[in-house]
């Protein structure tokens, strides 16, 4: 018999009634859980911040608010790159960021994020839920005692703002240069001096001199942060993120303590939201474009093919390092995601890639 069904009947006395009011209040907040979500993006940040806040409402909503998700913008609890060393330490459950910012971790990281001249958003997707590539992410993430969720998709991204124009490779070397990850390295063998900063940091980077050049997603972004009234050149698209990703990690002991449902409903709204985000930016970069180049004047570039071709051969030097480096995840890391891209890109490239020329060419609305 329930609880509430001896109360009723009265089968106990006036004292115990009290007593089990005492203990009932605090057994229901017991079975309520609070979480704190950090994250690398500023309150509110088109896309990358309003996903992050969303991911919260949904595990809270679909929780029943038995599991809550405050968030916690870049800064408020924590600098944004040090998000994930609050899950690691314990200060925070849960983060929201991008896998690439702790590549001094392990340069298995970044193989989460966005890959030179690797897998786009749909391959990324397909390695990840089917081909192996979120247990051998669970390998690398269990050496710091957490666990990550793609939770958020921007698509192939833009190749930055450049404060001089690009015509050749020879303009590449010398300049400081805002971009994470891999293709950080790959800019650095091309002749850039690679800065990575949170993307709140960037503008006054790039206004004070600190910068010559910036990259952080692409025009939805962009165009919140104002790179534009510094600098009109916009060059598109990345040919060293195309198909980033979002991470959501939350603490693996802490995780382990939920119940299972709890753990599900985790698991499934960072994947619902990895396809909302990827929509939000689908929808809102071409818009966001428009007004960068009707309202302020910026020029969308191209970059010339012989960036494009150094770019390309720096990244098979890196990744081909990676293929053979000394930390077995690494290498593990590094071999499954080009095993797959070889079987996926076949798809894309025998499919997708000959609609959209064919499109492109023939059917103009």
Not at 63 to 84: D, H, I, K, N, Y
Not at 87 to 107: D, L, P
Not at 328 to 347: E, G, M, Y
Request: glycine content about 10%; aromatic content about 12%; overall charge negative.
């Amino acid at each position: 018999m329930k609880r509430r069904d001896v109360i009723k009947k009265g089968l106990i006395g006036a004292g115990t009634v009290a007593a089990a009011s005492a203990i009932s209040a605090p057994a229901i907040s017991q079975n309520r859980i609070t979480w704190r979500m950090v994250t690398t993006w500023p309150r509110n940040f088109p896309g990358l911040g309003v996903g992050a806040q969303r991911l919260a409402d949904r595990i809270t909503q679909m929780s029943g608010g038995r599991l809550t998700v405050q968030v916690f913008a870049a800064g408020e609890l924590v600098p944004a790159l040090q998000s994930f060393d609050a899950v690691i330490e314990g200060s925070a459950e849960m983060s929201h960021g991008a896998a690439y910012y702790w590549q001094n971790k392990s340069r298995a990281t970044s193989f989460f994020t966005g890959v030179p001249y690797g897998m786009t958003s749909r391959e990324l997707a397909a390695w990840m839920r089917y081909m192996g590539g979120q247990e051998i992410w669970d390998e690398v993430y269990d050496q710091f005692g957490v666990k990550g969720f793609l939770s958020g998709d921007t698509g192939t991204q833009a190749g930055g703002w450049f404060k001089e124009e690009l015509n050749s490779l020879a303009d590449v070397r010398g300049i400081n240069f805002r971009t994470p990850g891999l293709g950080g390295q790959v800019w650095e063998k091309m002749g850039a001096t690679v800065v990575n900063m949170a993307g709140g940091e960037i503008y006054q980077a790039l206004q004070s001199g600190a910068l010559d050049a910036a990259e952080f997603v692409g025009p939805y972004n962009d165009l919140a942060l104002g790179f534009y009234q510094i600098t009109k050149n916009f060059y598109l698209p990345s040919f060293i993120e195309p198909g980033l990703a979002t991470e959501a990690v939350v603490n693996k002991s802490k995780f382990a303590e939920l119940p299972q449902d709890l753990q599900r409903i985790v698991e499934f709204a960072c994947q619902a939201e990895y396809d909302q985000v990827a929509s939000d930016f689908y929808a809102n970069d071409p818009i966001a474009l428009r007004t960068l180049v009707e309202r302020h004047g910026v020029q969308v570039k191209y970059f010339p093919d012989d960036i494009l071709k150094a770019g390309a051969e720096a990244s098979k030097e890196l990744l081909n390092e990676l293929r053979e480096s000394n930390d077995p995840l690494v290498r593990k890391t590094a071999n499954s995601f080009f095993d797959n891209l070889a079987i996926l890109r076949t798809r894309t490239e025998n499919i997708d890639s000959r609609f959209l020329k064919a499109r492109e060419e023939f059917f103009q609305v």
